[in-house]
């Protein structure tokens, strides 16, 4: 796998342990028991249950073996720390679209803690990448899968 660092806030290290610990302990065993449940019914070659329990079982523990993966190589930023003046890892941007006026918060993140529906996009996104490094009042043209879009910076604050 990656051996590159994986930088998450102290809130995305937490919940990406969490998700872990569940698979581990009710995911795991849950369909541990599913596939001898399962096997009790009889021939396996005609066993939808079973297949499905097993084809559910690789997933569960590709899921485990990715986390374990990134967890060896996520290191904890302290988002209090990182300057204000530009956008930054975890900095909250308002930025006006200048075609029709609307003001939008976006958070920058790791992709590993993105959220679109609550406006908390990845540093790897088109408007997230175009977003770092800018400053307030700066303009940026950002080509985005429905066009291009036109934004100016308005503020810049931590969380």
């Given at each position: 796998?990656?051996?590159?660092?994986i930088?998450?806030?102290?809130?995305g290290?937490?919940?990406?342990?969490n998700e872990l610990?569940?698979?581990k302990?009710?995911n795991?065993?849950a369909?541990?028991?599913?596939?001898?449940?399962?096997?009790?019914m009889?021939?396996?070659?005609?066993?939808?249950?079973?297949?499905a329990a097993?084809e559910?079982?690789?997933h569960?523990?590709?899921?485990?073996?990715?986390?374990?993966d990134?967890?060896?190589r996520a290191?904890?930023?302290?988002?209090?720390?990182?300057?204000?003046d530009?956008?930054?890892?975890?900095?909250?941007?308002?930025?006006?679209d200048?075609?029709?006026?609307?003001?939008?918060?976006?958070?920058l993140?790791?992709p590993?803690?993105?959220d679109v529906?609550?406006?908390?996009?990845?540093i790897?996104?088109p408007i997230?990448?175009a977003?770092?490094?800018k400053?307030?009042?700066?303009?940026i043209?950002?080509k985005?899968?429905?066009?291009?879009?036109w934004?100016?910076?308005i503020?810049i604050?931590?969380?």
């Amino acid at each position: 796998m990656d051996s590159d660092p994986i930088y998450l806030s102290k809130q995305g290290l937490l919940k990406m342990e969490n998700e872990l610990k569940k698979l581990k302990t009710i995911n795991r065993p849950a369909i541990i028991s599913e596939i001898k449940r399962a096997m009790q019914m009889g021939d396996l070659s005609e066993n939808a249950e079973y297949h499905a329990a097993k084809e559910a079982q690789v997933h569960i523990e590709r899921k485990i073996a990715e986390l374990e993966d990134k967890l060896s190589r996520a290191r904890s930023i302290e988002t209090g720390n990182i300057p204000s003046d530009k956008a930054y890892l975890f900095a909250k941007v308002l930025v006006k679209d200048l075609k029709n006026g609307d003001e939008i918060e976006f958070q920058l993140a790791p992709p590993d803690e993105a959220d679109v529906d609550n406006d908390i996009i990845s540093i790897k996104s088109p408007i997230g990448a175009a977003l770092l490094g800018k400053g307030v009042g700066e303009q940026i043209e950002i080509k985005v899968p429905a066009g291009i879009v036109w934004y100016e910076v308005i503020r810049i604050s931590r969380e």
